[in-house]
């Protein structure tokens, strides 16, 4: 497939990321190793930037529903006494959320996906792993595998950032053309040790 975005990781910040570009009517791709979302939260505040940015993905008001005011947070040294403390801006707030909010992270990740999956120009590869880059200079070729525990297989998906098919010795496998691909895969992730694209030759 060609896109204009392949986004490399679909937690909070890849599927935060799908649904702007998907809403600016940029054509997006997104390749997940998981099969759906996980199920603990490792991340549990944000800020009223964050609240803001959810409107523009379209669950500003869903979200709301579910989330807490942040109270401020008192640090204690061993002794019991206050080293450090934070607080929050009372109302009238300046963006008009919180200045700090509570979440869940997996109620808070299904919402962006349900947000995404309105976005007919967004396709979501889950299950799926990205295996290769190479760089063919006015545009990104990947190639992803179907995942199956360490070792992705062969898949019979290509996605493309857009227009530059890559050759063939750099497709074998499932692989498109982008013109840019923000990686939000965390650190477990092939991207992270990868060097970025390589170039390819043609």
């Not at 497939?1 to 990321?17: F, K």
């Not at 997940?32 to 603990?40: F, H, L, Q």
């Not at 120009?121 to 990947?142: K, M, W």
Request: with cysteine; net charge neutral.
């Amino acid at each position: 497939m060609d896109c204009d975005v392949a986004i490399i990781g679909y937690g909070p910040v890849g599927a935060t990321a799908a649904a702007l570009l998907g809403g600016q009517g940029l054509t997006v791709a997104v390749v997940e190793r998981m099969a759906g979302v996980y199920d603990k939260p490792r991340a549990i505040t944000a800020d009223h930037e964050v609240m803001r940015c959810m409107q523009f993905a379209g669950i500003g008001t869903e979200l709301g529903a579910h989330v807490r005011p942040h109270p401020g947070t008192r640090y204690l040294g061993v002794d019991g006494n206050t080293i450090k403390q934070t607080d929050v801006i009372p109302p009238p707030y300046p963006l008009g959320w919180p200045t700090g909010i509570h979440f869940i992270q997996p109620e808070f990740e299904a919402m962006l996906r349900r947000a995404v999956a309105r976005h007919g120009n967004v396709e979501v590869l889950l299950a799926h792993e990205l295996v290769d880059l190479a760089d063919l200079g006015d545009s990104i070729a990947s190639r992803s595998g179907i995942w199956r525990g360490r070792r992705p297989a062969r898949s019979e998906r290509d996605i493309s950032w857009p227009v530059t098919a890559p050759t063939a010795s750099c497709a074998e496998s499932s692989g498109s053309t982008m013109k840019t691909s923000p990686s939000t895969s965390g650190g477990s992730s092939w991207m992270r040790g990868s060097g970025g694209p390589r170039r390819c030759p043609r």
